[in-house]
């Protein structure tokens, strides 16, 4: 059976956590007060939408809709400007060589994102050419742990979504993996990351003969 591998992009293919954080506190501090990174954490894997709200629950803020929608465009301005100098000095190590492993295996791969700005990011970093089908924030409705944006790769893959694995570094990416009954590998700390099948601290960890027998499996 063909399989199909879906990778996330914040966390597991790049380092943009840090360039959000960086948005983030910066609406936080204009609002009137402090965000730290600990809370940041909160937002690995959610939407946009999702994200300003939880923001103003810590900062004790309510919001007109004008004000949030205003909110929410200006926080998307500063990461853009924060990103704009991306390179491929960004990618996260060995990152490079599993996606190569399998463009040779000729395996189909996908993005499969909560980012808006999945796209011009990729092409930053100069690994664009390795996906065939991209999904992320502009193509769902439904954000992680809602399987959607899997189950949407999969279908753009034209692979089933039992036979796709899927690369995460968030709670709710490993549980939008496992509700659409894929592989799901962690990146990170496996004590956060317990609910994945397989867990990495980092992709340095994985060997190619590992991505074989997914490949086989």
């Not at 930053?124 to 954000?143: C, E, R």
């Not at 979504?161 to 496996?190: H, L, Q, R, T, Y």
Request: aromatic share 10%.
């Amino acid at each position: 059976m063909k399989k199909g591998f879906i990778f996330d992009l914040d966390g597991v293919i790049v380092d943009t956590a840090k360039y959000h954080y960086l948005a983030w506190k910066k609406l936080a501090n204009q609002l009137g007060f402090e965000f730290t990174e600990a809370q940041n954490e909160l937002f690995k894997g959610v939407s946009r939408k999702r994200c300003l709200e939880i923001l103003l629950e810590i900062g004790k803020r309510e919001a007109t809709q004008e004000e949030f929608d205003t909110w929410m465009i200006e926080k998307n301005v500063d990461y853009l400007t924060y990103i704009e100098n991306m390179d491929a000095s960004e990618i996260l190590p060995d990152v490079p060589r599993i996606l190569a492993y399998l463009k040779e295996k000729n395996i189909p791969i996908a993005l499969g994102s909560a980012s808006k700005n999945a796209q011009p990011i990729l092409e930053k970093v100069g690994l664009l050419h390795y996906f065939d089908a991209i999904v992320d924030g502009n193509n769902v409705t439904k954000a992680k742990p809602d399987p959607e944006v899997f189950l949407l790769a999969a279908k753009q893959l034209d692979v089933n979504a039992d036979n796709c694995v899927v690369f995460e570094d968030a709670v709710a990416g490993v549980e939008a993996a496992n509700a659409a009954n894929m592989i799901s590998i962690g990146i990170g700390a496996a004590e956060v990351l317990s609910e994945a099948d397989c867990n990495f601290t980092d992709f340095t960890e994985i060997s190619n003969a590992f991505i074989q027998k997914l490949i086989e499996k």
